[in-house]
């Protein structure tokens, strides 16, 4: 890529951007004038912080795809190659007759969508967002840092199981029923005040970084695997990643509640 | 600036864990690839340092003015076009559309032409657009009255099982799908602003209770929507 590709590649990164904010930014203006009718607070702050917004998103965005995407292209492509899969299993396997491979041999793919879903939740923008506003408003109840893990852990599970269910080809909604009903039966014994924030949780998780690497993975696992249609099998990868974040959400808090109610009684005795 | 190469590290050390270990094949084009992580650092710095000053202090203050004025009216007006303008613009909504109708199109389930193909697609933004709209407004109405969320999100759940036993198996995928595109970087932090103010500013509201679970009902509401539009469409 030349230094003008570059250049105009930031160029035009930004106007896309304040396309995608312009409607957004006169819904707010045009509700707080003619509805509100009254001056916002620290106008020129509020800008600021907009243009930062833009700014940031903008510099994220151009950076995901001259780096991080292209990475994550490449190693979905690379580790799901059947040859890679059956060489690292045994040497002396000759490469271009590749090996029955039965689903334990892809034990890489699900150690790297572990590692990728968590680390990419980490630095999900969105749930950043949440967490800053959670820790905010439960007065430090709810740590920065226990949510933004919880949620990673979960969408690293769920990544993970979801490669599995496209190598053994499962029809999937028997997945995501199943964690439905380990859903419902969690809000029935899960602390009240975190069932909304888990709830929420499942839907920041799928945004800006993780959807384009994990879509990545799943198209890749779904083209190589023998008798998988991408079509039918590629997708749904997004549906896992929306999908156990909740539950891990609650889990949390069902633990972090355990503890404190424990750690109360021993010293009441 | 500390905090974002704190964000991103494990991203980093995961990719060169595998690159160099797993794999064991050197990196392409690393200048690139050096700018890219520079950027994407920069980039978080700026946007969280944004949404402090500037997304989280007006969806605040909008949630606080529309609560003192009193106006349900015009407060789910806000809510719904809030949700509609953000999802009908969203990049990734317009890019899963276009490829859902490349797919129904060579499946034969519409016509193999562009007008046909734009068609479906624009159908299947407005159905999510106009899902996620009404979504926040129901979402807005919830913390007003002070419902419970998870009877919403259950019988939303309950609703997008039995519609999965009718649907056509070709919209199931994108309808699942379609859920997690909806919310984006912008829409989040906003939304997430305008609900918890919303209930810290309405008496007898527990902004924990009641102020998150806006994005909940905007990522379940468009597996329902979709749903519909297939079987009536396809």
């Given at each position: 890529?030349?230094?003008?590709d570059?250049?105009?590649?930031?160029?035009?990164?930004?106007?896309?951007?304040?396309?995608?904010?312009?409607?957004?930014?006169?819904?707010?203006?045009?509700?707080?004038?003619?509805?509100i009718?009254?001056?916002l607070?620290?106008?020129?702050?509020?800008?600021?912080?907009?243009?930062?917004?833009?700014?940031?998103?903008?510099?994220?965005?151009?950076?995901?795809?001259?780096?991080?995407?292209?990475?994550g292209?490449?190693?979905?492509?690379?580790?799901?190659?059947?040859?890679?899969?059956?060489?690292?299993?045994?040497?002396?396997?000759?490469?271009?007759?590749?090996?029955?491979?039965?689903?334990t041999?892809?034990?890489?793919?699900?150690?790297f969508?572990?590692?990728?879903?968590?680390?990419?939740?980490?630095?999900?923008?969105?749930?950043?967002?949440?967490?800053?506003?959670?820790?905010?408003?439960?007065?430090?109840?709810?740590?920065?840092?226990?949510?933004?893990?919880?949620?990673?852990?979960g969408?690293?599970?769920?990544?993970?199981?979801?490669?599995?269910?496209?190598?053994?080809?499962?029809?999937?909604?028997?997945?995501?029923?199943?964690?439905?009903?380990?859903?419902?039966?969690?809000?029935?014994?899960?602390?009240?005040?975190i069932?909304p924030?888990?709830?929420?949780?499942?839907?920041?998780?799928?945004?800006?970084?993780?959807?384009?690497?994990?879509?990545?993975?799943?198209l890749?696992?779904?083209?190589?695997?023998?008798g998988?249609?991408?079509?039918?099998?590629?997708?749904?990868?997004?549906?896992?990643?929306?999908?156990?974040?909740?539950?891990?959400?609650?889990?949390?808090?069902?633990?972090?509640?355990?503890i404190?109610?424990?750690?109360?009684a021993?010293?009441s005795? | 600036?500390?905090?974002?190469?704190?964000?991103?590290?494990?991203?980093?050390?995961?990719?060169?864990?595998?690159?160099?270990?797993?794999?064991q094949?050197?990196?392409?084009?690393?200048?690139?690839?050096?700018?890219?992580?520079?950027?994407?650092?920069l980039?978080?710095?700026?946007?969280?340092?944004?949404?402090?000053?500037?997304?989280?202090?007006?969806?605040?203050?909008?949630a606080?003015?529309?609560a003192?004025?009193?106006?349900?009216?015009w407060?789910?007006?806000?809510?719904?076009c809030?949700?509609?303008?953000?999802?009908?613009?969203?990049?990734a909504?317009?890019?899963?559309?276009?490829?859902?109708?490349?797919?129904?199109?060579?499946?034969?389930?519409?016509g193999?032409?562009?007008?046909?193909m734009?068609?479906?697609?624009?159908?299947?933004r407005?159905?999510?657009?106009?899902?996620?709209?009404?979504?926040?407004?129901?979402?807005?109405?919830?913390?007003?009255?002070?419902?419970?969320?998870?009877?919403?999100?259950?019988?939303?759940?309950?609703?997008?099982?039995?519609?999965?036993?009718?649907?056509?198996?070709?919209?199931?995928?994108?309808?699942?799908?379609?859920?997690?595109?909806?919310?984006?970087?912008?829409?989040?932090?906003?939304?997430?602003?305008?609900?918890?103010?919303?209930?810290?500013s309405?008496?007898?509201?527990?902004p924990?209770?009641?102020?998150?679970?806006?994005?909940?009902?905007?990522?379940?509401?468009?597996?329902?929507?979709?749903?519909?539009?297939?079987?009536?469409?396809?």
């Open positions: 890529m030349t230094f003008i570059m250049l105009n590649q930031i160029g035009s990164t930004i106007a896309t951007t304040f396309q995608d904010v312009l409607p957004i930014a006169a819904i707010l203006f045009g509700f707080q004038f003619a509805v009718r009254k001056p607070p620290n106008i020129g702050r509020v800008l600021m912080g907009f243009l930062w917004v833009l700014v940031g998103l903008s510099l994220f965005l151009i950076g995901l795809e001259w780096a991080l995407f292209p990475l292209r490449l190693m979905a492509q690379q580790l799901t190659d059947p040859v890679f899969l059956a060489s690292v299993n045994n040497a002396e396997v000759v490469t271009d007759t590749v090996r029955e491979l039965v689903w041999d892809y034990y890489w793919v699900y150690l969508a572990f590692l990728i879903g968590f680390a990419t939740t980490i630095a999900e923008p969105s749930l950043i967002a949440v967490a800053i506003k959670a820790n905010e408003v439960s007065g430090g109840a709810i740590g920065i840092w226990g949510l933004r893990l919880s949620v990673a852990l969408v690293a599970i769920g990544i993970s199981l979801g490669c599995y269910r496209i190598v053994v080809g499962d029809p999937i909604h028997w997945y995501i029923m199943a964690g439905y009903v380990v859903v419902v039966l969690q809000t029935l014994v899960a602390p009240k005040l069932i924030l888990a709830y929420d949780s499942g839907g920041v998780t799928t945004s800006t970084v993780t959807v384009p690497l994990v879509a990545a993975l799943g890749g696992l779904a083209e190589t695997v023998p998988r249609n991408p079509i039918i099998d590629g997708f749904g990868l997004i549906a896992f990643a929306s999908l156990f974040p909740i539950m891990s959400v609650m889990a949390y808090a069902q633990i972090s509640q355990w404190s109610t424990r750690g109360k021993i010293p005795r | 600036m500390l905090g974002s190469i704190r964000d991103l590290a494990p991203i980093i050390l995961v990719i060169l864990f595998f690159q160099l270990v797993v794999i094949q050197p990196l392409p084009n690393v200048g690139q690839l050096l700018i890219g992580v520079l950027f994407v650092l980039g978080l710095t700026f946007f969280i340092h944004g949404l402090e000053q500037g997304l989280f202090p007006i969806g605040e203050s909008m606080h003015a529309f003192r004025k009193g106006s349900i009216g407060l789910l007006t806000f809510a719904f809030l949700g509609f303008g953000t999802t009908v613009a969203e990049p909504l317009i890019a899963v559309a276009a490829e859902a109708a490349r797919v129904a199109a060579s499946g034969d389930l519409i193999n032409t562009q007008a046909a734009n068609d479906y697609a624009q159908g299947l407005m159905s999510v657009a106009l899902s996620v709209g009404i979504a926040i407004g129901i979402g807005v109405l919830r913390i007003i009255k002070g419902w419970p969320l998870q009877w919403f999100i259950i019988g939303g759940y309950v609703l997008v099982v039995i519609m999965t036993m009718f649907a056509p198996p070709e919209i199931i995928g994108i309808a699942y799908d379609s859920g997690g595109v909806t919310t984006s970087t912008i829409t989040v932090p906003l939304v997430t602003a305008l609900g918890v103010g919303l209930a810290s309405i008496k007898g509201r527990n924990m209770i009641d102020g998150f679970g806006l994005i909940a009902l905007a990522s379940l509401n468009p597996m329902i929507f979709v749903m519909a539009y297939g079987m009536v469409m396809l």
